[in-house]
């Protein structure tokens, strides 16, 4: 398993921007599927972006035009460059390689994961 944490969470205003980070300690990451995933509360788990070990990227219909995924194997690090923020985009956010499906979030932020955007209107 991979060990991950997330940072670069934070509060900006609608229309600005933040980088998240996703470094993994441990295995290597280089080899994996990485998701991002959010939750804002009340809300169900949200897939939001996805890169494949040939960084073949896949985006939720919110996040295209808006988020780019991209990943820095020598840092072991998968990155989710925000951008164009809406109040919307306002969750918890959470990477895994190794969790996927409707309950990710819960089991993530069990862990001790996650990083909080917050978007001002």
């Known amino acids: 398993d991979h060990r991950l944490v997330e940072s670069g969470g934070g509060s900006v205003q609608a229309g600005g921007s933040l980088r998240l980070s996703c470094e993994a300690s441990?295995?290597?990451?280089?080899?994996?599927?990485v998701d991002w995933y959010r939750q804002a509360p009340g809300t169900e788990c949200e897939p939001v972006a996805t890169i494949t070990p040939h960084s073949i990227t896949n985006y939720s219909d919110s996040a295209k035009g808006r988020f780019t995924i991209f990943r820095d194997n020598a840092k072991n690090t998968v990155y989710l460059q925000l951008n164009n923020l809406k109040p919307e985009d306002t969750a918890v956010y959470y990477c895994s390689a190794d969790v996927a499906g409707p309950y990710a979030c819960d089991a993530l932020n069990s862990w001790g994961q996650g990083t909080q955007v917050t978007v001002l209107s």
């Open positions: 441990g295995d290597t990451i280089g080899d994996s599927e």
